[in-house]
């Protein structure tokens, strides 16, 4: 045996040995390049054929060229094994449980305040009123003026407002309130003036919405907040309209047996005003510190339409009557559920809101 013959006996063998080693794709493709690489060994040798004597050159030649061929051949071969390996590994870590129960979808839910707004409508609409919407942002005419509440009357002090900057003075470090009285509504009753102005007699419309004031924010008070307003307005309606109306009102949202009384309250846009309490729903009158020990709590502030505001919103007082009142949806759903901080309903924390899937 030559020495030539040798050499490819020994390269076919170890050839074989090291692919049935190699356990990836990487490592035979490593393999290929050392053997049938440009300057592999098989190359190599291949190239020096022709130093071979002649007469042995056509039977080397045939070894040489059946040796690349099988070791060609093995190459494949371990790549198809190793690629069909991986999808057998794949199929069996892939695989599909089709009888597994599926996964449950989450339906999200309203907010809590939400809700309780959603009942107060499906009340209001049982008793013919109308949902009537007015803008976020006011005028001062319309959040004061019209409602008969002058620049510099001292009530403007229950209502902490929130002004919008005059365009350009905070830049200038000189932010100032806008000339154009634009400020954000701290109450929903300048939306009484918008449905007068907007609605023929008889009128009977709530407006619910956001309201903002410039408060120090505590476990009562948040610097947002909702209000639903209710208005009447016709010929023909009283004091006695009114409290029949929040008594029903009443029941429906808390229960025929819920305990109501009226207080003289003071509004500069109704007269007379009253406040308007329902018997504490955390103790039953008992008194408690939710009911600061009264056993009442107050839901909203009412009255009769003051003659000024009827005038602004274009009705003749001598002609006609109207009964505001102003209620707020975060408070009673606090009472509703017991919750104990107003900042929770607008801490986006799903810990909180999930607890109240019932607003479906
Ligand atoms: N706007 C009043 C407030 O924010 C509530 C109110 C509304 C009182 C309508 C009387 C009539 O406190």
Same mark, same amino acid.
């Given at each position: 045996?030559?020495?030539?013959?040798?050499?490819?006996?020994?390269?076919? %063998?170890?050839?074989?040995?090291?692919?049935?080693?190699?356990?990836?794709?990487?490592?035979?493709?490593?393999?290929?390049?050392?053997?049938?690489?440009?300057?592999?060994?098989?190359?190599?040798?291949?190239?020096?054929?022709?130093?071979?004597?002649?007469?042995?050159?056509?039977?080397?030649?045939?070894? %040489?060229?059946?040796?690349?061929?099988?070791?060609?051949?093995?190459?494949?071969?371990? =790549?198809?094994?190793?690629?069909?390996?991986?999808?057998?590994?794949?199929?069996?870590?892939?695989?599909? +449980?089709?009888?597994?129960? #599926?996964?449950?979808?989450?339906?999200?839910?309203?907010?809590?305040?939400?809700?309780?707004?959603?009942?107060?409508r499906?009340?209001?609409?049982?008793?013919?009123?109308e949902v009537f919407e007015g803008p976020e942002?006011?005028?001062?005419?319309?959040?004061?003026?019209?409602?008969?509440? &002058?620049?510099?009357?001292?009530?403007?002090?229950?209502?902490?407002?929130?002004?919008?900057?005059?365009?350009?003075?905070?830049?200038?470090?000189?932010?100032?309130? %806008?000339?154009?009285?634009?400020?954000?509504r701290?109450?929903t009753?300048p939306v009484?003036?918008r449905a007068?102005?907007a609605?023929?007699?008889?009128?009977?419309v709530i407006t619910p919405g956001r309201?903002?004031?410039?408060?120090?924010?505590?476990?009562?008070?948040?610097?947002?907040?909702?209000?639903v307003e209710?208005?009447?307005?016709?010929?023909?309606?009283?004091?006695?309209?009114?409290?029949?109306?929040?008594?029903?009102?009443?029941?429906?949202?808390?229960?025929?047996?819920?305990?109501?009384?009226?207080?003289?309250?003071?509004?500069?846009?109704?007269?007379?005003?009253?406040?308007? +309490?329902?018997?504490?729903?955390?103790?039953?009158?008992?008194?408690?510190?939710?009911?600061?020990?009264?056993?009442?709590?107050?839901?909203?502030?009412?009255?009769?339409?003051? &003659?000024?505001?009827?005038?602004?919103?274009?009705?003749?007082?001598?002609?006609?009557?109207?009964?505001?009142?102003?209620?707020?949806?975060?408070?009673?759903?606090? =009472?509703?559920?017991?919750?104990?901080?107003?900042?929770?309903?607008?801490?986006? +924390?799903?810990?909180?809101?999930?607890?109240? #899937?019932?607003?479906?």
């Open positions: 045996m030559t020495q030539m013959e040798a050499e490819l006996g020994a390269l076919r %063998a170890a050839a074989a040995e090291r692919l049935s080693a190699a356990d990836g794709v990487d490592a035979v493709e490593a393999i290929r390049h050392d053997l049938l690489g440009r300057s592999g060994r098989l190359t190599a040798l291949m190239k020096n054929l022709g130093l071979a004597p002649a007469g042995e050159r056509p039977a080397l030649g045939r070894l %040489a060229n059946e040796v690349r061929t099988e070791v060609q051949g093995a190459i494949d071969g371990r =790549l198809a094994e190793l690629r069909a390996g991986d999808l057998d590994e794949r199929l069996a870590a892939e695989e599909l +449980d089709m009888s597994a129960p #599926a996964r449950s979808i989450r339906v999200g839910h309203l907010h809590p305040v939400q809700t309780l707004m959603r009942d107060l499906q009340v209001f609409h049982a008793f013919g009123f942002i006011e005028t001062d005419a319309y959040n004061f003026e019209l409602l008969n509440i &002058p620049p510099d009357h001292p009530s403007r002090d229950l209502w902490d407002t929130l002004y919008v900057a005059e365009p350009g003075s905070i830049e200038a470090g000189d932010s100032r309130p %806008a000339a154009d009285g634009t400020i954000l701290t109450h009753s009484q003036l007068m102005q609605l023929d007699a008889p009128i009977r309201c903002f004031r410039y408060e120090a924010v505590d476990a009562s008070h948040a610097f947002e907040f909702f209000q209710g208005l009447v307005v016709d010929r023909d309606t009283s004091l006695a309209d009114l409290k029949g109306m929040l008594e029903e009102i009443a029941r429906a949202l808390y229960g025929r047996d819920v305990r109501t009384r009226f207080r003289p309250g003071y509004y500069p846009f109704t007269e007379p005003s009253v406040a308007f +309490d329902i018997g504490c729903l955390v103790c039953g009158g008992d008194g408690c510190p939710a009911c600061k020990r009264t056993g009442w709590m107050t839901i909203l502030g009412a009255g009769m339409v003051h &003659p000024v505001v009827l005038r602004n919103g274009g009705f003749d007082p001598d002609e006609f009557q109207g009964y505001a009142f102003g209620m707020g949806p975060d408070r009673m759903t606090m =009472l509703r559920h017991g919750v104990s901080d107003i900042r929770l309903f607008f801490s986006a +924390d799903v810990r909180f809101g999930s607890q109240f #899937a019932e607003g479906r």
